[in-house]
């Protein structure tokens, strides 16, 4: 009897499907996926919404580090040997997250080279925006981080279509993100609408206008 051919492996099947290591839970805006301080014994997907990571000194100052949406994952400090999670994750918007044990996802990655394909990528895709945050906090301007941020929400420079619409968030939240106060995010927030570049009702309109302020005197790499 001819044996069933083997089906190709798809990243994103096994990522929709609840089985053994794997569960997918819904999470309502504000609630929190971990804390800062959790054992780090998993890793994340999201398959739809947007999460933020926060980090709290021992003086008890939080910053936003990172606003993760749709096809990202995060929590993979686990697989490098980091015993408890550094930051804290929490929904910005209803989400649906897939958790992924450690002892799962080590075996995939392993054993299926287009889901370690996916995986690297996205490390890569992480790692240049950890580089790009750095610069922007070094160089830009408040009003061009804050650009950026707006920008980076509504998936500008993400494959795929750029969403208008940013899900609601705070004035103070977009503040510790870019590392002013608030009344200078308000301040930015007011000229860009003035300015065409945004509309502001209570939920975010990007336009793709704002890029101008961003790439206007862009830091340049020379050799």
């Known amino acids: 009897m001819k044996r069933k051919a083997k089906l190709p492996f798809d990243p994103k099947v096994f990522l929709a499907k609840v089985n053994g290591g794997r569960v997918i839970s819904n999470y309502r805006k504000d609630q929190t996926v971990f804390r800062q301080g959790d054992p780090a014994n998993s890793v994340f997907y999201i398959q739809s919404g947007k999460v933020k990571a926060t980090v709290v000194s021992e003086q008890g100052k939080e910053a936003v580090i990172a606003l993760l949406g749709a096809d990202d994952f995060f929590g993979e400090g686990s697989l490098a040997g980091q015993p408890l999670r550094l930051s804290t994750v929490s929904a910005m918007t209803e989400c649906v997250i897939v958790r992924i044990e450690k002892s799962d996802i080590t075996r995939v ?20 925006r950890v580089e790009e945050d750095l610069v922007d906090q070094l160089f830009n301007s408040s009003e061009k981080r ?15 279509r750029p969403v208008p619409i940013i899900a609601k968030i705070s ?19 007011n000229k860009f609408r003035e300015l065409g570049l945004i509309d502001y009702n209570g939920h975010i309109e990007i336009h793709s206008s704002l890029l101008n302020v961003v790439l206007h005197d862009q830091p340049q790499i020379t050799h």
């Open 109 to 128: 990655i392993h054993e299926e080279p287009a889901f370690a394909e996916l995986f690297i990528s996205h490390l890569l895709s992480r790692n240049s």
């Open 146 to 160: 804050l650009a950026r941020v707006l920008l980076l929400l509504a998936n500008f420079g993400k494959e795929g």
């Open 171 to 189: 004035q103070e939240t977009l503040a510790e993100m870019i590392g002013t106060t608030r009344s200078r995010v308000s301040f930015f927030m």
